[in-house]
């Protein structure tokens, strides 16, 4: 007997929702964004491993593109309407959470400095905003890479990921840092987006089929802990990030898992994580974002250790979230009536 992978939103939420958690582990487990002392007893195992984490990052950049390619437009209306939705919930933590606190202790940086961190071009008022200025960059850029793909998929796919590579190359080399440059280097992990898209416009996934055993559980957690292996030692060639590969695997490893079993109580967790994924991405990052941690990560201060303070980082972000998803949908739907 043999399963087809399936991947609706359900499991686009639970992705995401794994996503997410990584990326909480990885800025919780990092030593040097705290305030106060930490366990000496945990620190150098988790130092030596936590950013095989940063996977996350590959994960939604891949998302992206999957996403995109089953919008029904593919057009500038499309775009601004996604722009928009994202944009909401990364100003109600800037304006709302942050600022005020940035302001009491004269840390807004001034004017300039608050409007480039409106578009996530500056990441002064929240470092992790960097990807609010990839998000708006991929949505005006994928309604002309999305018609080139369309018309020859894997031909341009190809093409426009060399010619990705190469913009990054010399974007590295030869370019003085500054915000623009920097946030210009972040938007080309473009390889991994547009490799998201041609997996979803050639429905690569859903096109396998597996047996149903017993065995496919093994093969599927020994991919993610070999994919947790290689990223340890091998992060990127020649500049190449290697989460171009790592990220696909990763997912199709549990694609497997949550199509060979329900796991229901599991599943649901993951997927309330992926839907508030966003207001996640942003609140936590108050926690450890210089201009306002001061305020904000005494509130994490529950113990020295790393897996106690991830664990109530993650609750509270995902409290916190679910609470501010509530207002804005009773809010939006106040307008619209």
């Known amino acids: 007997m043999r399963f087809q992978i399936q991947f609706g939103k359900d499991m686009t939420s639970v992705i995401k929702g794994f996503a ?7 800025h919780c487990a990092n030593p040097k964004w705290y305030d106060f002392a930490l366990d000496a007893s945990c620190i150098e195992t988790i130092i030596k491993y936590h950013d095989v984490f940063k996977l996350c990052v590959g994960i939604f950049a891949f ?23 994202l944009l909401i919930p990364f100003w109600v933590i800037l304006l709302i959470f942050t600022l005020p606190i940035a302001m009491l202790h004269n840390q807004t940086g001034g004017l300039k400095i608050v409007l480039l961190n409106l578009f996530g071009i500056n990441s002064e008022l929240n470092f992790l905003s960097w990807f609010v200025a990839f998000y708006i960059y991929a949505m005006i850029v994928m309604p002309f890479i ?18 990705s590579y190469g913009l990054e190359m010399v974007v590295h080399t ?12 972040d938007c080309l992990i473009t390889p ?26 093994l093969f599927a957690v ?25 990220a696909p695997i990763f997912i199709f490893a549990v694609l497997i898992l949550f199509n060979l079993y329900k796991i229901t109580a599991f599943k649901r967790v993951m997927m309330l994580l992926g ?3 966003v207001y996640m991405w942003f609140f936590h990052a108050l926690f450890f ?18 897996i106690i303070i991830t664990l109530w980082t993650t609750l509270i972000t995902f409290i916190a979230s679910y609470i501010l998803i509530k207002i804005q949908t009773l809010i939006t739907n106040y307008i619209s009536n």
């Open 20 to 26: 997410i958690l990584f990326m909480i582990i990885l």
């Open 174 to 185: 030869f370019y003085t840092y500054n915000d623009f440059t920097q946030r210009l280097f």
């Open 63 to 85: 998302m992206v593109g999957y996403g995109y390619a089953f919008s029904k437009t593919k057009d500038w209306r499309y775009s601004l309407q996604h722009i928009k939705k």
């Open 289 to 306: 974002t210089g201009a306002v941690r001061w305020f904000y990560q005494p509130s994490i201060h529950v113990s020295g250790n790393l």
């Open 222 to 246: 020994a991919i993610i802990v070999v994919v947790f292996v290689m990223r340890y030692h091998y992060r990127s060639i020649f500049g190449f990030n290697l989460d171009f590969f790592y």
């Open 192 to 217: 991994i987006m547009l490799l998201g898209y041609i997996y979803a416009h050639l429905r690569l996934f859903t096109k396998i089929k597996l047996p149903q055993h017993w065995t496919m559980t």
């Open 146 to 163: 999305a018609r080139l793909i369309d018309k020859k998929p894997i031909l341009y796919t190809i093409l426009l990921i060399v010619v």
């Open 275 to 277: 839907d508030t994924s």
